[in-house]
Nanobody, 127 residues
Framework: QVQLMDSGGGSVQTGGSLRLSCVVNGSTSTTNCMAWFRQVPGEEREGVASIRADGTTKYADSVKDRFTISQDNARNTLYLEMNSLKSEDSAMYYC?????????????????????WGQGTQVTVSS
C-alpha cells in the first residue's frame, strides 16, 4: 500500500516562495506519473503540474515559469518549488500518483486519473 505524505505549506507574502514536498512510502512502481493539484473551498480540484518517471514535466498555464515540479528518486520525494506567488495561488495543495504513465500526457493533469493522494498542505498568499 503506497502512501503519500505532503508538507511544506504555510503563509507567505505576495511575491514570496515556498517548496512543497511529498514523500512516497511504498513501492515506486505505482508512481510512474505524479502530480500536484490544488483546491479552494467550493471549487474543483485543479491540476497544477505533473512529472513522469522519465522526468518529462507539464504545467498549467497559470503557474508556468513560476512553479517547478521535480523528483528525487533516491529519497522517494516529489517537490513543487513555487516562486513569485500570487494571492490566487492560495489553496490546499495535494500530491497525487498513479501507476500508469499516460495521465501525465495532457498539459494539465486531471483528478479522475489519479488514485493515490496525499492529505494536503495549505498554502496562503497574502499582500
Amino acid at each position: 500500500q503506497v502512501q503519500l505524505m505532503d508538507s511544506g505549506g504555510g503563509s507567505v507574502q505576495t511575491g514570496g516562495s515556498l517548496r512543497l514536498s511529498c514523500v512516497v512510502n511504498g513501492s515506486t512502481s505505482t508512481t510512474n506519473c505524479m502530480a500536484w493539484f490544488r483546491q479552494v473551498p467550493g471549487e474543483e480540484r485543479e491540476g497544477v503540474a505533473s512529472i513522469r518517471a522519465d522526468g518529462t514535466t507539464k504545467y498549467a498555464d497559470s503557474v508556468k515559469d513560476r512553479f517547478t515540479i521535480s523528483q528525487d528518486n533516491a529519497r522517494n520525494t516529489l517537490y513543487l518549488e513555487m516562486n513569485s506567488l500570487k494571492s490566487e495561488d492560495s489553496a490546499m495543495y495535494y500530491c497525487a500518483a498513479t501507476a500508469a504513465a499516460w495521465p501525465c500526457f495532457p498539459y494539465r493533469p486531471r483528478e479522475r486519473n489519479f488514485d493515490i493522494w496525499g492529505q494536503g498542505t495549505q498554502v496562503t498568499v497574502s499582500s
